[in-house]
Nanobody, 133 residues
Framework: LQLVDSGGGLVETGGSLRLSCAATGLTLDDYPIDDYAIGWFRQAPGKEREEVSCISSTGGSTYFSDSVKGRFSISRDNAEKTAYLQMNSLRPEDTGVYYC??????????????????????WGNGTRVTVSS
C-alpha cells in the first residue's frame, strides 16, 4: 500500500485548499482500504508533527484537533480509495507539510489519531501548505 498526498499550495489567509490522499498498490494480500482509518497530520517549520484530523474506516466517525475544528472537514471515498481534507478559513498557523497516513481501524478514533507512531502503518510523502498573512 502506498499513499499519495496532494493538493497543497500557497493561499492567502482566509482561503481554502482541498488535500487528497490516494491509496495505490493494494494487492489481494492486503487488507482492503475500507479496513483502514485515514489521518491527516502536519508539521510546521521547527515544530513537532501534530494530528489534524482522522476518519474511521467506514467514514462514520471523524476527529478534529481543536485548532482546526469548525474550519476543516474530512471525507473519504472507499470506492475511489481516496480521502480528502477540506481546509477553509486558513490561517498562517496552518502552514506546514501535511501528511496522510493509514492504519488498521482497531481502536477509538481519538486514540488512533493522537498516537500515530503506534497506529499508522503507511504514510504519504507530504504536501506543503503555505498560508500567507
Amino acid at each position: 500500500l502506498q499513499l499519495v498526498d496532494s493538493g497543497g499550495g500557497l493561499v492567502e489567509t482566509g482561503g481554502s485548499l482541498r488535500l487528497s490522499c490516494a491509496a495505490t498498490g493494494l494487492t489481494l494480500d492486503d487488507y482492503p482500504i475500507d479496513d483502514y482509518a485515514i489521518g491527516w497530520f502536519r508539521q510546521a517549520p521547527g515544530k513537532e508533527r501534530e494530528e489534524v484530523s482522522c476518519i474511521s474506516s467506514t467514514g462514520g466517525s471523524t476527529y478534529f484537533s481543536d485548532s482546526v475544528k469548525g474550519r476543516f472537514s474530512i471525507s473519504r471515498d472507499n470506492a475511489e480509495k481516496t480521502a480528502y481534507l477540506q481546509m477553509n478559513s486558513l490561517r498562517p498557523e496552518d502552514t506546514g507539510v501535511y501528511y496522510c497516513a493509514a492504519g488498521i481501524d482497531y481502536a477509538q478514533l481519538h486514540r488512533l489519531c493522537t498516537m500515530p507512531t503506534v497506529s499508522m502503518d503507511y504514510w504519504g510523502n507530504g504536501t506543503r501548505v503555505t498560508v500567507s498573512s
